[in-house]
Each structure stands twice: as C-alpha cells, then as structure tokens.
C-alpha cells in the first residue's frame, strides 16, 4: 500500500514540476489543448481507441464481466451475504460455482 500512495505522490508532483517548467518556458497548456492540430490528433487518437474497443475488446470484456464476475463471483457473494444475514453458513468453497478451464495437452 505505501509503494502505491508513494507513486501517486510523485506523479502528482511530477506534474506539477511539468507544469511549472512549461509556464516558465510561456508556454500556455491551454493553447496547446485548444489547438487545431492538438485537436485533430487527439480525434484521431480518440476514434481509434473506440475503434479498437468496439473491433476487439468490447465482446471478451462483456463475456469477463457477465460470465465470470457477475455469475461466478457477485452472485455467490450476494448468496454468502443473504446466509449471513439470515444467520446461515455460508457456502463452502466446494459448492461454489466452478469453471472448466481446458488444460493444453503437451
């Protein structure tokens, strides 16, 4: 946890040690940002990405969310906490959904 909270303070100060030595320089973030030729590149940039998305991340993002996080995990966890709540066991672990996975033959 510590090495995390101290990445997120360095790229915080990072930034704000880019940002003082572009306005040193006069360089103004915000004409760059509005520019034509920065806004060109980032609809570019922009309309790949959602290209790349919609092409080929999108069906096994869906199949990762609903197939192995809503039934395998949320509802088995929403079960465990209606037991619980009712003062029941909860489930073991050996009544818990279970997902084949095809091991490769050497």
């Known amino acids: ?10 790229l915080i100060i990072l930034i704000i040690v880019v940002i003082f030595i572009l306005s040193y ?3 103004s973030l915000r004409s760059i940002i509005e520019g034509e030729s920065f806004q ?10 959602k290209n790349v998305w919609n092409e080929y991340l999108s069906n096994p993002a869906k199949y990762l969310w609903y ?24 489930e073991s672990i050996e009544n818990a959904p279970q997902m084949n996975l095809i091991t490769p033959t050497p």
């Open 25 to 27: 320089l006069g360089i």
């Open 67 to 90: 197939n192995i996080f809503i039934d395998l995990i949320w509802e088995s966890f929403i079960d465990n906490m209606e037991r619980i709540k009712v003062g029941q066991e909860i």
């Open 1 to 10: 946890m510590m090495n995390q909270q101290g990445g997120l303070i360095k």
């Open 40 to 49: 060109s590149n980032w609809n570019y940039v922009w309309e790949g990405t």
